[in-house]
């Protein structure tokens, strides 16, 4: 019989004792578990134990939210020794234990490298991610490129190539990889399906009940006169399912929809419905002035926060990357002490973030792509409902689906409830920053980094490569070919322009063609923010507010997608899969008013986005702005008057609710060394 280990008064299962030995010992490691079986525990004891060796750490996350998540947590005990790191956000640089998006690691190994020669080990959260097709080049890069020195401790959701990924980079870290696999759930889960217009069925009665997948579709239902809404048939089933939900006792329950909209109306229409106790109301209360009061609510964010607080006040509530980060934040901590009874929310509640619940409710199986309607992923499918079932609360989570028999594809939805984890595949896509990186530090050499990407690896034993692999290599040709033709590359030597691009993680084609033709020496710091807020604002309409003029002249405009417009040709004629995106001025409004000092409610009353997106696109562009700055300031002989209008871009954007550094700030504790010593001897490590 193996002797028990504990760890902060926990007893550990199987797989976290396996890992956190193997963390110990100073090897890599890949853990794969199901959602809320406890991968945490493990990062946390690595990230302690290096606190008490006096080591350095690095945890990366795929999402901010959840690196300040993972910052507020870790600052609660260990102060000044955290510190974090984001495109947002940078406090304590230099700590011993860095918080980090990946692409802010991915960036730092190739732009200072010298911060990384005494990390002990980087964790990748939610490594699976690399199956992302946008982003998921990121993680391989940063596996493929980090000093050889670094120890990975990756934590992944569970995957069917497991074996084959890790195998994958013991070949190309030259290092051991120890695979630890957990494939039950300590809290088990109960699948329930609720067919439109009939009763609640398990899981194992799917196959008993397929034949109705196949009858004919309904016909389209006319809007009778007197109807309110549209669909009036599915709001019966969506509201019958929470009855239902509430009279099985299962609440608290984060109830999933595809579709920001739809969340914040199935709240409201829940408002009337009080499903707090008195008792429970009471303390709701408490802790909503105590929360208001520890994130230093503005007064301006109390006013725009008040339909919130009403809801939560009955507890039920909605989640979406539209609302205001402040708000996001008071939601959270509300969820996590149970009082808010049910959530209605989109997909990226269910990533990294740790709120467990009793029930998890799909709204459909389906969602739409920017395109059409898809199903979702069977891994993705495991990850939301994998937020059911509260250990140590709860002997079963519970996770019901709802079905619209007549718009469904059997075959779909059996893959979908029961299927396998799609196995995690390469996306390996190099930007134009880490193309030209590479290019100088390897020359014609160059090749021999794409030969370590998982794609090649995957076909080593091809005497054949498939076809979409030779694609992947022609991208990477075509993408130099275009940096050849526009003279960041010449005479197999990066030109300045191709130095100064070098410098920039992050729309560094935009930045720098309209840098070196000469459009943002012509403009001021306010229409510097409103053409920087054009390059990363991605909207579905072109919206102005009300058709205000704003400060960038419409020649200026045209002269920027001109510019712009000559590479995206160049890209088109070679090719490219993915060329630069298209500027859009759809938000350019809202950040020239906020630039002039507008208030977030002033702006609101003149543009058609929510607040939660104005500040998001204020974020970003302060951002890239601070890339230019950073750039601007390593040139030799720089433009000095357009680095002090950057400058005062930036001072003109960062204030109040965009000033993400100091809304984190905000109720951050500052324990002393005894509380240090005090939280290591908690976790084990002293005595």
């Not at 945890?59 to 939210?65: D, G, V």
């Not at 030209?436 to 080593?460: I, P, Q």
């Not at 951050?668 to 005090?678: E, N």
Request: aromatic share 10%; proline share 3%; hydrophobic share 40%.
């Amino acid at each position: 019989m193996t002797e028990q280990m504990f760890y902060k008064g926990l007893a550990l299962d199987g797989f976290q004792k396996e890992a956190i030995q193997a963390v110990s010992l100073g090897e890599n490691v890949i853990v794969a578990a199901p959602t809320g079986s406890g991968k945490t525990l493990i990062a946390e004891y690595a990230i302690e134990k290096c606190i008490a060796e006096g080591k350095r750490i690095i945890y990366t996350s795929p999402i901010k939210a959840l690196s300040n998540q993972k910052f507020r947590d870790f600052t609660q005990n260990y102060g000044d020794l955290i510190g974090i790191m984001t495109g947002d956000v940078t406090i304590n640089s230099d700590a011993q234990v860095l918080i980090m998006t990946t692409e802010v690691f991915r960036n730092t190994i190739f732009e200072n490298p010298e911060r990384l020669e005494h990390m002990w080990y980087v964790i990748f959260d939610e490594i699976h991610y690399m199956d992302d097709l946008e982003r998921g080049t990121v993680w391989e890069e940063s596996i493929i490129f980090a000093p050889s020195h670094i120890r990975f401790l990756a934590l992944s959701a569970t995957i069917q190539n497991l074996n084959e990924f890790a195998s994958w980079i013991e070949y190309i870290r030259e290092s051991k990889v120890r695979v630890v696999l957990e494939e039950t759930r300590p809290v088990p889960l109960r699948h329930y399906l609720y067919l439109e217009g009939e009763e609640l069925i398990e899981l194992e009665e799917l196959e008993k009940n397929k034949k109705i997948f196949f009858k004919k579709k309904k016909k389209k239902r006319s809007k009778k006169k007197g109807d309110k809404e549209k669909r009036t048939p599915f709001i019966q089933t969506q509201m019958s399912l929470i009855d239902k939900v509430m009279e099985n006792r299962h609440l608290p329950a984060i109830y999933f929809m595809f579709s920001r909209a739809a969340c914040e109306r199935m709240a409201d229409r829940m408002k009337e419905e009080n499903l707090l106790s008195t008792e429970e109301s009471k303390r709701m209360e408490q802790i909503l002035q105590q929360n208001i009061q520890e994130l230093a609510f503005t007064e301006e964010e109390i006013q725009h926060g008040k339909h919130i607080i009403q809801l939560l006040r009955k507890g039920v509530c909605f989640h979406h990357a539209g609302i205001l980060p402040v708000l996001k934040e008071l939601i959270e901590r509300c969820f996590s002490t149970g009082l808010l009874k049910l959530l209605f929310a989109t997909e990226t509640f269910a990533l990294g973030v740790n709120m467990p619940a009793k029930a998890v409710i799909f709204d459909s199986l389906r969602k739409f792509n920017g395109i059409r309607e898809v199903y979702i992923k069977a891994r993705d499918y495991q990850q939301m409902a994998g937020r059911a079932g509260r250990r140590g609360i709860d002997q079963e989570g519970y996770v019901y689906s709802i079905l619209q028999p007549h718009r469904e594809s059997y075959r779909h939805v059996k893959q979908v409830l029961t299927g396998k984890a799609e196995p995690v595949s390469s996306r390996f896509n190099l930007d134009y920053c880490t193309l030209l990186n590479l290019y100088h530090r390897l020359g014609d050499n160059f090749f021999e980094a794409w030969e370590k990407s998982f794609a090649s690896f995957k076909t080593k034993q091809q005497k054949r490569k498939p076809y979409w692999y030779q694609n992947m290599i022609y991208q990477v040709e075509a993408k130099l070919e275009v940096l050849n033709r526009t003279k960041y590359i010449q005479d197999e030597n990066l030109t300045e322009k191709g130095f100064f691009a070098m410098k920039i993680s992050g729309y560094e084609i935009h930045i720098s063609e309209l840098y070196f033709h000469g459009l943002l020496s012509q403009l001021d710091p306010i229409q510097l923010n409103a053409l920087f807020s054009a390059i990363v604002f991605e909207g579905r309409r072109e919206i102005h507010g009300k058709r205000f003029q704003f400060s960038l002249s419409s020649k200026m405009r045209k002269k920027a997608k001109h510019v712009l417009g000559v590479f995206f040709r160049i890209e088109r004629s070679l090719g490219i899969l993915n060329p630069i995106k298209e500027l859009d001025f759809g938000m350019s409004y809202a950040t020239d008013l906020w630039s002039q000092g507008y208030s977030l409610t002033e702006i609101e009353d003149r543009v058609e986005f929510s607040p939660g997106d104005v500040i998001r696109n204020l974020r970003r562009t302060l951002q890239i702005l601070r890339q230019l700055e950073k750039a601007l300031e390593r040139e030799e002989k720089g433009d000095f008057i357009l680095l002090e209008k950057v400058k005062e871009g930036i001072s003109l954007l960062k204030r109040d609710m965009v000033d993400a550094e100091a809304q984190l700030k905000r109720g951050l504790p500052s324990p002393d060394q005894s509380a240090i010593a005090a939280a290591l001897k908690k976790a084990g490590f002293l005595d």
